[in-house]
Nanobody, 126 residues
Framework: QVQLVESGGGLVQAGGSLRLSCAAS????????MGWFRQAPGKEREFVGA????????HYADSVKGRFTISRDNAKTTVYLQMNSLKPEDTAVYYC???????????????????WGQGTQVTVSS
């Protein structure tokens, strides 16, 4: 199992940037595909992006492509979500997620990971 703890959320103006971190417990971090989801008030949780076990290539939802970047540091057992050019519609609770089975990279939005963090609030003001 793996436990996930997010940090770095907060209030930012439109056009600004935030970096979220997700610290994972355990010594098998590199065996997990990692990702981020978000849930806005009154909406379903949606896929933001995911990254392979080894790092490198990440895949993103169309709504954040070109603005958000996921990276991971397996030595620090941490995954990051760098969010640039933030928009008010990015306001949501952001969740870190992990699973030993990676998404189907041709359809990453169908990923249903087993492990979740508690979430961190991101609010973007206009």
């Amino acid at each position: 199992q793996v436990q996930l703890v997010e940090s770095g959320g907060g209030l930012v103006q439109a056009g600004g940037s935030l970096r979220l971190s997700c610290a994972a417990s355990g010594r098998t971090f590199s065996r997990y595909a990692m990702g981020w989801f978000r849930q806005a008030p009154g909406k379903e949780r949606e896929f933001v992006g995911a990254i392979r076990r080894s790092g490198g290539t990440a895949h993103y939802a169309d709504s954040v492509k070109g603005r958000f970047t996921i990276s991971r540091d397996n030595a620090k057992t941490t995954v990051y979500l760098q969010m640039n050019s933030l928009k008010p519609e990015d306001t949501a609770v952001y969740y870190c997620a992990a699973d030993k089975f990676a998404p189907t990279w041709s359809e990453p939005t169908n990923w249903r990971p087993d492990y979740w963090g508690q979430g961190t609030q991101v609010t973007v003001s206009s």
